[in-house]
């Protein structure tokens, strides 16, 4: 699910990218906004970070007594993205093992479908693995499957979460 955000952040500037003109101090405010954004990549609260929208206030910045560099508390509005459980979402097979696949979602890379969750399917060795059913529906690479949220960790280390979804319902599964 996409959720829009209003979150208060603090900007550093080095002395070097200020300027007596506002429009260039805003400039970098908003560049270096955006670079830390995208390192962040996500919270365990809000999901990951999709995009900063607006840049709503800038605060008075404060010199940093040792570095010279000027701290600038800013508010900004922006669009992240998380699974909750019991979603109905789309995603696109990137792996295929004995025990199940993996899916991407938007930004997340580990949605895990297990073959246990995914009734009636029969894994199919070979060079190319897939999972058919007897209706002859094929969950291989590259194939979109639609599925359902049941579970989500976070992972403070790698600011991720690993995602457990299940084809068990009306609806779900490869999608032509």
């Given at each position: 699910?996409?959720?829009?955000?209003?979150?208060?952040w603090?900007v550093?500037?080095?002395?070097?990218?200020?300027?007596a003109?506002?429009?260039?101090l805003q400039?970098?405010?908003?560049i270096?906004?955006?670079d830390?954004?995208?390192c962040?990549k996500?919270?365990?609260?809000?999901?990951?970070?999709?995009?900063v929208?607006t840049?709503?206030?800038?605060g008075?910045?404060k010199?940093?007594q040792?570095?010279?560099d000027?701290?600038?508390?800013v508010?900004?509005?922006g669009?992240?993205?998380k699974?909750l459980?019991?979603?109905?979402?789309?995603?696109?097979v990137?792996?295929?093992?004995k025990?199940?696949v993996?899916?991407r979602c938007?930004?997340?890379?580990?949605v895990?479908?297990?073959?246990?969750?995914?009734?009636?399917?029969?894994?199919?060795?070979?060079?190319?693995?897939?999972f058919?059913?007897?209706?002859?529906?094929?969950?291989?690479?590259?194939?979109?499957v639609?599925?359902?949220?049941i579970?989500t960790?976070?992972l403070e280390?790698?600011?991720?979460f690993?995602?457990?979804?299940?084809?068990?319902?009306d609806?779900l599964?490869p999608i032509s």
């Open positions: 699910m996409f959720l829009k955000v209003q979150l208060p603090n550093i500037i080095s002395a070097e990218d200020l300027d003109k506002g429009l260039m400039r970098s405010i908003t270096r906004l955006l830390d954004f995208a962040k996500a919270t365990k609260d809000l999901g990951y970070f999709c995009a929208t840049l709503d206030s800038i008075e910045g010199v940093r040792y570095s010279g000027v701290l600038f508390p508010v900004f509005s669009i992240t993205f699974l459980r019991g979603e109905i979402l789309d995603g696109v990137h792996k295929v093992f025990h199940g993996l899916l938007g930004p997340v890379d580990n895990y479908l297990s073959n246990q969750k995914m009734p009636d399917y029969k894994y199919v060795p070979g060079e190319n693995p897939v058919l059913n007897d209706k002859l529906s094929k969950i291989s690479k590259d194939v979109t639609r599925f359902m949220v579970g960790k976070w280390v790698e600011r991720e690993r995602v457990l979804v299940s084809l068990e319902g609806f599964g």
